[in-house]
């Protein structure tokens, strides 16, 4: 082929790429965390200052991720959702391309073949790619997020690669906020890029290139980690999950078992890539066999260099030892690091032309499955999640929408599921805060109780006595809290004045009591009220939920804690010297919230979270 | 070369022709959770295992019997058309 046929088959086959990613932007469904961006815009104009203070509630009581700030901007206008998003998401190419060899991509068909190979690799290392591409909230949070921490090593790279690096003091201020940027991106991949920056500037300190947007860039890293590590949202997230352990007691918890099984479940996940990658090893090696060439090792560079990114990858998983929370997702990062791994090493074994041609073939191959995959599950996945969208638009407020079930309800390699289904109380909280519907069903699948807070009031004289759900109730970590007793005081003053006798909060849905006792949280008379306070409590023993003495019920029959969706009878330990009762919990198996239930002969009353 | 030919084939295996023993940690769902972890995500999920797509495995893996055993059998093709045409007399 021409230079000139190279050229314009590396154009096209850029156009291509971005084409099946507008695409899928396009048919982008409304799915679980979108719903909440929207309801967030439902109320608020799109703007810098609705972002900004967006990102302030963010950073201070939920999630501080950068990527859940991207995730507001790409739901709160489509326009700028069809185009940034392809571009990000084609953009993670060339950054790959940058840090495995250390040059940008030429428009020629070399190239091209290593950019169709990285991102073949790509999709078949990461878990879950239709997921992890097109479900905004991931994409935001995880592929947006990495790329712009792998943006911030591209000049690094290309300067230490390079013979001389210019000063280009403009680079200072962007580096900064690039650094920083990176930084509150993603908890799991921060001490990985932190060590690898000290890497990066001592290398280039070496070399007599040290610059001061290095530097810049160094700094704004180091500062964007810590404010994301110890945001105070993190106390509040997966229910406090994060700051609840201390990484050394996590690692404790996991022993050698646990964590190894980390490094198994992702041997496991990016085994599809691992085994294209052997065959090409493999076809290179026979090639040699049947050539009868002598093997010719790879340059100390190359293999360097592939050694540094598979340890980077690694280093992310070995982070994941000290996470809460391990899930598949988690694995991006480490999984396209060890594509950069594999495609540092490609390039030497693309050298034996027959190797190149076969491997590039099975890529065209793969590559094809999967945009095939991509486009037709998300064309159907686009027209049920609009359809459902419809109705609920027409929809007569007050009233009950049916809507029709997502197929499949569960999640694939390629698709979300069914986020009404899979999550029962998401369906509700949408009718109720976005169309203003009573309630929303599924047809298809039978629905779960979704867990509610009720109220029961009584009066005296009596008179109408009703169970009615107020979305203000206070739940019950608010009741802990000064400002969560008001709120209830506020609801309970309107009423006294009116003959209130009696005002009982129960939950409804959240545990199934035995003997269908009812479930209290808190139960107010003129003389009072009954509150059981359980809160989290870590000691060398382990984990529990500490219950105040003086609150414990007077007839405690029974002690049980849900968590991971099991609920297990458990026994109060109780000290000899009088202190508060503890509720044991077991994170053996699960981590996430757990909330204690103690009971009497005739009911049974919230006792604390963990 | 038999040892290596045997390693890959393992590795296939490994990839997508069973190993359904090995079992996943558990995922957590996108959502966080509310004030009191009341119905979440987080614990909903919990024991989802990561999916697996059947039709995908067979794909990668033919995909890499062809890489692996492609350019050998091309080669030897080409060496055995090459030595025919040494082989036979010239004008025949």
Known sequence: MTLRGEHRAFVAAAIALWLLFLVQAVNTPVVLDDWFQLRYWRDHDFGPGSLWAYARHNYFNYNPRLGEVLLAVVDGSRAVHLILTPLVQLAVLPIVFVIALGRWPRPNLRDLQLLLFIQTMIWLVIPVPGIMYFYRPFATNYLWAFAITLALFVPYRLAIAASSTKPRRWLVPIMFVLGWAAGMCNEHTGPTAMVAMAGFVYAAWRLHRIRAWMVAGMVGLYVGYPMLFFAPGQAVRYGGVATRDTPTKLLADRGLSGCLGILRDFTFEARLAIVLFVAAVVSYLVTLYVRRHRFVPPPRRIVFEAGLLAAASGAIVVTLFMSPTVSDRVFYASGVLLVAAFACLAQYLFGARIVRRSVVGACIFVCGFHALRFVETYAQFKTENDERLAILENARPGTVAVVPSHEPARRSRWHFGDDFTQHPWLGDYVGGELFDLVRVDVDQHQRWPAPRLASVRLYDPPRDTTTRSIARLPTYRQLQTPTGRFMLAAEIGRETSDGLARFMVRSIGLFDAPRHRPVIVIDWTPHGYKFVDGRPHDEARGHFIRVQAASMPKRLESTYVLGCGIINEVKLVIDSDGADPLVPVDERYCRGPFTAFMCEPDRCWVAGWY | ?92
């Open chain 2, 1 to 92: 070369m038999r040892v290596t030919l045997l390693a890959f084939l393992l590795l296939l295996f490994f990839a997508g022709c069973g190993l359904d023993t090995i079992e996943h940690s558990g995922t957590d769902a996108a959502v966080d959770a509310p004030i009191d972890g009341m119905g979440s995500g987080s614990n909903m999920a919990a024991y989802e295992p990561s999916p697996r797509d059947g039709n995908l495995e067979l794909v990668v893996i033919a995909a890499s019997v062809v890489v692996v055993l492609g350019p050998a059998s091309a080669m030897r093709r080409r060496r055995r058309a090459k030595d025919e045409i040494t082989d036979s007399p010239p004008f025949s």
